[in-house]
């Protein structure tokens, strides 16, 4: 039987796989799911404690602190939002 005649054909085998509803559930499409790569909670937890310690350092800077007390502070403020996303992160 030819599978042209009837509409049944696929012209790029697999290509649709995600788009075929499973058996007893007609008309509705399933997509992939695309996730976020998993990191460690440490590197999450670095990354967000540089993006304070930045904005930290230039938000001093801007408002007229010396750039070494906008440092010291910067870091050690940023230290403490490491270990604050470390053990309280998700």
Known sequence: MDESATGSVNSFPGSCASL???PGRPG?????HLRAPSTDQGVRSFL??????VIL?????AIAVAHGTAFLLSLVLSFLIFLFVRTRGT
């Open 48 to 53: 967000w404690a540089l993006l304070f310690f």
């Open 20 to 22: 075929v509803p499973p």
């Open 28 to 32: 509705i499409l399933f997509f992939m």
């Open 57 to 61: 350092y230039f938000g001093m800077v």
